[in-house]
């Protein structure tokens, strides 16, 4: 999926079907947030991502090992 996401730099359709099914409306809700810029990706010298939500700073973050 990601690959097909960077070359065309657009999500298709049928992936956004299945990240609906699969999450409901919090997927709708977190693309708009992406598509609105209110993501932030902060990295640490270990090599831990965290995304941040812009403005908001008392919610859980989502962390990716990878």
């Known amino acids: 999926m990601a690959a097909a996401v960077q070359e065309s730099a657009r999500i298709p359709d049928e992936?956004?079907?299945?990240?609906?099914?699969?999450?409901?409306?919090?997927?709708?809700q977190a693309l708009d947030l992406v598509d609105r810029q209110s993501i932030t990706l902060i990295s640490s010298p270990s090599g831990r991502r965290v995304y941040q939500r812009?403005?908001?700073?008392?919610?859980p973050r989502l962390v990716s090992n990878s």
């Open 15 to 28: 992936y956004l079907l299945s990240l609906k099914f699969l999450f409901g409306s919090s997927a709708t």
């Open 54 to 59: 812009q403005g908001l700073t008392m919610l």
